[in-house]
């Protein structure tokens, strides 16, 4: 059974996730090249510290949007959360500074100790940050994103309200600040620093209806027929249900096929009861089988095969 509504022109973005080695930037990297090839200007996204998007299309890719030579409309970006973030506090010191300085009373190194520490999850928000800067360009039709294994894709989408936890004590703060000169000047003028608090509370907002839009954004799921990783796909959509994110399809990749040797047979065997639990536990999803490949998947050839497995009735 293929994978279904990705050529929906009101779907933007499609994210794919699951344990790590389990083919999730094959996945992604397939589907993009499909989505490209069905007249869509595609932009794929790997939010994954240890990128492998480079690997998987065989070109240099960076922290910069490149197209993709021998695949028309498809273009790459590997985000560096880093450099996000090295820019984001660039632009926004002066506006943080500011409401450690007038909202905590703290000295200038107390303040100095706060700015060197990271804010909790701004890794991950600056990310996703980039992705709703990118949507709003609107260059492109459809997004797809490869993001790291299991638990960095839980923190990357947990962010938002780690981050918005971080925004709401500022803003108490803030409100207390605003009460004082209010009382004692008769007046408060909203300044830079109430300014960065809405905008920054607009992001996070953006960001969670982005992952929370089921007409505008898909979640797919990707694993393999072995015990473990069944296992940690049971705690991964577990933990998106309570996020309320949405899971329609799993992947299941490197099924094994032939039965030439006894080697073969065996394992066939095994994967044969981690699929009926696969259909069993997960029956409410459509099930996309993509048998084990010979050799690894690499180049637009080998994501050719892999994408046939994926939308091929």
Known sequence: MPLKGLLDPALKIVIFGGKGGVGKTTSASATALYLARQQYKTLLISTDPA?????SFECSIGNHITEVQGAKRLSVLEIDADKAFAKFRLEHEPEIRKLFDTST???EEDIESFMSMPIPGIDEVMGFKTIVDIIDEARFEKYVVDTAPTGHALRLITSPRLFDDWIKVMARLRWKYRYM???FAGEYRPDEADDFLFVMKKTIRKVQKLLQDKTHSEFIAVTIPEVMAIEETKRFLMQLKKLNVAVKQ????????SEGCDFCRQRKHSQNACLTVLHQEFSNLELVTVPLQPTEVKGIKGLQVIMHHLFSS
């Open 105 to 107: 009373g703290l000295d």
């Open 51 to 55: 990128h492998s998007l480079s690997d």
């Open 181 to 183: 000169i209010s009382r």
């Open 250 to 257: 799993l992947i299941i990749n490197n099924v094994m096929e």
